[in-house]
């Protein structure tokens, strides 16, 4: 299985250097729908990670998961430095960042 990651240029960055292949640098409101979209169709990617200041990004993953049958992808929502606000509702993150 292979995993994606949509997120800030920056964490997007360290995926790659960690050998991720499958990423978007991007920003709040300018998310690509048709790789997300194409991520969450393709049967080898497994994990879908998403940074949480992408909140409209976050949303439509999760619609489109559950409308999806089966259990892969799954969506990873990590939040960075820069993320201040709220998560849209039923989505749950780690309290605390691992550093």
């Known amino acids: ?3 994606a990651v949509i997120g800030n240029p920056r964490m997007v960055r360290g995926f790659r250097l960690a050998g991720i292949e499958n990423t978007l640098a991007t920003v709040p ?3 690509d729908e ?3 979209g194409r991520w969450i169709h393709d049967p080898e990617v497994g994990v879908i990670v998403v940074d949480s ?3 409209s990004s976050v949303s439509r993953i999760q619609a ?3 409308m999806k049958k089966g259990a892969y ?3 990873v929502v990590l939040g960075t430095e820069e993320d ?3 998560l849209p509702p039923g989505v749950n993150v780690l309290p605390h960042q691992v550093r």
């Open 1 to 3: 299985m292979k995993i």
């Open 29 to 31: 409101g300018a998310e």
């Open 34 to 36: 048709e790789v997300i």
């Open 53 to 55: 200041a992408l909140k």
């Open 64 to 66: 489109a998961l559950q």
């Open 73 to 75: 992808p799954v969506m």
């Open 84 to 86: 201040t606000g709220e």
